[in-house]
């Protein structure tokens, strides 16, 4: 956390614009490192002979909706994320008003609704039933629940080779990356899971999103002075993806370099590039 802190200061020193949606940013991050320190999450059973096949046929280990979520360390991190976006703006403290009055009304039950794990049909079910924005309440379980998805991928990474996957999106839970990072010397390029965080290996020339290896129409822009940060352009499906060069940077954060980078989501949109996963961190 020290060193999340650090970063922070060095980027709003930096870009005093991003001021606000970092100090958000830091408070929930805080949040949810306290969560973890007494998180306690079921085992994740795997069918062993099933595993082999499953990789095979490029399923993912697990679905989303599998992870298994301490429902009580959830309950608790979503009030306090309720807290954190309360101060952060009024479209937040509107939503988390109309989610207050229909807990206390009894009308909705936390505790039940991650019990199982987060099913996303039935979040959004609830968002309908409580005229609340999707998105915004979305963003609350998942910010809630991610001490415990985290926790879920952490058990899971030894029943992967994070090397020889190679596809688009995450061999653990079948998301799609939310960012690319470039490591080491060489360059070797990873993906980020947007879900569960797990990284892993793919071809350098390569669109995720479309599984586009073609030369011709891959492509990617940048800021002058900003070199570690790069769009990833595909002309193909008209999208991108991030991506972090840390052989430019210092290792940090990934999140927290996108979140504070998005004048370059700004400059993809406008040339018409489309970002199949966007960033929640926005909504
Ligand atoms: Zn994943
Ligand atoms: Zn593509």
Request: hydrophobic residues 35%; proline residues 4%.
């Amino acid at each position: 956390m020290k060193k999340l802190r650090n970063r922070i200061e060095q980027i709003k020193k930096k870009r005093p614009g991003y001021r606000e949606i970092l100090d958000f940013y830091q408070k929930i991050r805080e949040a949810q490192d306290d969560a973890k320190a007494s998180l306690s999450i079921d085992p994740i059973k795997l069918k062993q002979e099933w595993k082999k096949l499953l990789a095979k046929e490029g399923f993912s280990l697990i679905q989303k909706e599998d992870f298994p979520v301490d429902a009580e360390a959830s309950v608790k991190l979503f009030q306090s994320v309720c807290q954190i976006g309360k101060e952060a703006n009024p479209h937040m403290a509107e939503q988390v008003k109309k989610i207050e009055e229909a807990i206390q009304n009894k009308r909705l039950d936390l505790r039940k609704l991650l019990k199982k794990g987060v099913k996303e049909k039935k979040v959004e079910q609830v968002a309908d039933e409580f005229g609340l924005d999707k998105k915004v309440f979305s963003f609350l379980i998942q910010s809630s629940t991610k001490p415990s998805i985290e926790g879920g991928m952490e058990r899971l990474r030894g029943e992967i080779d994070s090397e020889t996957w190679l596809k688009g999106y995450c061999p653990i839970c079948g998301s799609l990356p939310s960012l690319s990072l470039l490591k080491e010397e060489v360059g070797k390029r990873y993906l980020l899971c947007s879900y569960c965080g797990y990284q892993w290996r793919i071809d350098r020339l390569f669109c995720p999103f479309c599984n586009n290896k073609d030369q011709e129409s891959l492509h990617y822009l940048f800021a002058e002075g900003e070199e570690a940060y790069r769009i990833d352009l595909c002309d193909k499906c008209q999208q991108y993806i991030k991506t972090i060069d840390y052989r430019n940077l210092a290792e940090s954060d990934p999140v927290l370099e996108d979140l504070a980078t998005l004048h370059l989501d700004i400059l993809a949109s406008q040339k018409g590039y489309k970002r199949p996963v966007p960033n929640p961190w926005t909504t």
